[in-house]
């Protein structure tokens, strides 16, 4: 079992940069695929960033690929996503999750999840 508890989040103006963590407990991270996923109101959640176990792959969204970075610490158990050039579309509650597979990026595919972390960005 793993259980995510996100941080970092908060509200930043058009062009600033965010750092979201993820801190993991249980065994099992340094195994895990993890992902961060958003959703914004009234939305679907969406994908965002996802880090294989040895962090040796990584894949983006088309909407933040060259502005936001995952990496991960298995040392620590966490994992980041860097945000620059934010933007006010990316306003949402962001998610960790974390997942046995290295499939296809969609939030069926992951066991664990964060309560969430807001993001607000302004123009």
């Known amino acids: 079992q793993v259980q995510l508890v996100e941080s970092g989040g908060g509200a930043v103006q058009a062009g600033a940069s965010l750092r979201l963590s993820c801190a993991a407990s249980g065994r099992t991270f340094s195994r895990s695929t993890m992902g961060w996923f958003r959703q914004a109101p009234g939305k679907e959640r969406e994908f965002v960033a996802r880090i294989s176990m040895s962090a040796g792959m990584t894949s983006y969204a088309d909407s933040v690929k060259g502005r936001f970075t995952i990496s991960r610490d298995n040392a620590k158990n966490t994992v980041y996503l860097q945000m620059n050039s934010l933007k006010p579309e990316d306003t949402a509650v962001y998610f960790c999750?974390?997942?046995?597979?290295?499939?296809?990026?969609?939030?069926?595919?992951?066991?664990?999840w964060g309560q969430g972390t807001q993001v607000t960005v302004s123009s």
């Open positions: 999750a974390a997942s046995t597979i290295w499939a296809v990026p969609s939030a069926q595919n992951y066991n664990y």
